[in-house]
């Protein structure tokens, strides 16, 4: 018996893993407002390069940016719920991890933003242009 979940076999406990992971990843879709904003925006950034034909390379390094960003946030809602288990009383330290955390997201978005420019700007460029001609 597995002395960490309680199940029988290594299965089962994967399978409870998986489960609580999910759990954790309809949380923060549900209940964070940016995770909504990072998803629609990594949508139309993936649709944006499939209508521009760029390659399979870059969509999956675009794909690999949006995931990033949407990590960061999930980390991000991890780190202030579990501040905010700890206390509820203003503390500057906890103060300092959260605006950390949302650093890192601001951070990795701005990444993405730059790497969206990269890819996708010379092909909606020359769209533009040739629309204009």
Known sequence: MNKKT??????EGVIYSLRNAYRGLKYSFATQRNMAIHSIIGAVVIAAAIFLRVSFLEV????????????????NTSLEKTIDLITRERNELAHIAKDTAAGA???AAILAVVTGLLILGPPLFDLVTDLLR
């Open 6 to 11: 309680g199940r029988d076999n290594q299965v």
């Open 60 to 75: 999956a390094i675009l794909v690999v940016v949006i995931a990033l960003v949407v990590a960061a946030e999930i980390l």
């Open 105 to 107: 997201v601001l951070f």
